[in-house]
């Protein structure tokens, strides 16, 4: 009986640590937006600087696009081709290198794309 009763506590212990790693577990950052302001925000929320905000929508191929500044610029794709080919014409014309972070519908071009990896996902790509 002695036995029973230490592997129920065991089993106690296991299951309460087990949802207290799960409550640690940060959620999995948004795979898609339906606006390139939500994008913005998301951003935003995730550490980034968009104090001069300008939803000019001049990016080629994306459905819509802003400036945060002269050098960060936020766009969003009604495909992945559409912002695969965006990826593949900025690296072509880029003199400086890219600074990509590519999610599935949408691109943000910063220096520092690896510092909002973990809270926005995508992928970082750099040239």
């Not at 890219?98 to 599935?104: A, C, K, T």
Request: aromatic share 4%.
């Amino acid at each position: 009986m002695r036995t029973v009763a230490t592997l129920s506590v065991a089993g106690l212990m296991v299951l309460g640590l087990s949802a207290c790693a799960a409550e640690a577990t940060p959620p999995e950052p948004k795979a898609t937006y339906d606006s390139v302001v939500d994008l913005r925000d998301a951003f935003v929320d995730a550490g980034g600087e968009c104090d001069d905000w300008v939803q000019g929508n001049r990016i080629t191929n994306a459905a819509q696009s802003g400036d945060c500044s002269s050098s960060t610029v936020l766009s969003i794709y009604l495909s992945e081709a559409t912002r695969d080919e965006t990826v593949t014409n900025l690296k072509s014309i880029s003199i400086a290198g890219v600074h990509l972070l590519v999610g599935e519908n949408w691109i943000i071009n910063v220096e520092d794309p690896e510092s909002y990896r973990d809270a926005l996902g995508g992928t970082v790509v750099t040239s």
